[in-house]
């Protein structure tokens, strides 16, 4: 009866300390954090300031001609910290925003 009271107890602090471990997430897992876009002129860019991974930023434009179908503008991948850069067409912006992975 012992031995099964103590293997009860064991396991389930077991349990409670790989809850805690895997449960917390620190600062080197974070997904970027504090990301903004900026357009001007002909280019479209995305920063993120914390965190780790990477962000991109999309333009969804709307060409003058309606039969040509939308623009889609994306930058490549940025490490958090550096700046992604797209390039984008004069029509008129439907939307922007950041991706971010990692």
Excluded at 73 to 99: E, F, K, L, M, Y
Aim: net charge positive.
């Amino acid at each position: 009866m012992r031995a099964r009271k103590w293997l009860s107890s064991a396991s389930a602090t077991a349990l409670l300390t790989a809850g805690v471990v895997f449960g917390t997430a620190s600062s080197a897992s974070a997904a970027p954090t504090g990301c903004t876009y900026q357009v001007s002129g002909l280019t479209a860019s995305s920063f993120c300031s914390g965190g780790t991974g990477e962000h991109r930023v999309h333009v969804l434009q709307k060409h003058f001609l309606p039969d040509a179908g939308p623009i889609l503008a994306v930058s490549d991948w940025a490490p958090v910290g550096s700046t992604a850069t797209t390039r984008i067409t004069p029509h008129t912006i439907v939307n922007v925003w950041v991706s971010t992975r990692g």
